[in-house]
């Protein structure tokens, strides 16, 4: 890839990883909130908000996220699969998607509140705790692409020996 490009793609792939905290961590604040309120119409309104949070931001963030780590992880030294830290970097990001997915579910959580706050209490830590583990993933995702360290999963091949350091 050329450098222009690479520049852009990378320069998408930091805005996009850091909007997605960002968004997560908008989620935590909502649900910590609706979690803590004694006001059922607020934690209802708090988890009726979250669905745009996710199909606004974190849907497609994390979509570009995963792109445009993958386009540099292919077109670059580093590969998908020579470094643990950029490998480790791809299953948090997949993990995060995964947590959205399949564990957080403000939709549910909203419907539970109009029952009254004490019947969604104990769901609404767990909504917490997966937030806030997508946080933390992305968290130490953004340190990985910081100090890049250089344990590697695969010894250089002959033909890729001395080529580590472009």
Request: aromatic share 8%.
């Amino acid at each position: 890839m050329r450098p222009p490009i690479r520049r852009t793609v990378l320069t998408v792939h930091i805005i996009a990883s850091v909007a997605l905290l960002g968004e997560v961590w908008g989620l935590v604040v909502l649900n910590s909130a609706a979690a803590l309120t004694n006001d059922p119409a607020l934690a209802h309104a708090a988890y009726r908000l979250m669905p745009n949070l996710v199909f606004a931001g974190g849907i497609p963030l994390s979509l570009i996220a995963l792109a445009t780590g993958i386009t540099l992880g292919l077109s670059s030294h580093w590969g998908l699969f020579r470094y643990y830290w950029v490998t480790v970097k791809l299953g948090l990001l997949v993990a995060v998607i995964c947590i959205g997915m399949f564990v957080f579910d403000p939709e549910g959580m909203a419907a539970a509140t109009e029952g009254g706050a004490a019947a969604a209490a104990p769901a609404q830590w767990g909504q917490t705790a997966a937030l806030v583990a997508q946080c933390v993933m992305l968290v130490v995702s953004t340190v990985l692409s910081v100090f890049k360290p250089r344990w590697r999963l695969r010894a250089s091949t002959p033909a890729t020996a001395g080529h580590e350091h472009r």
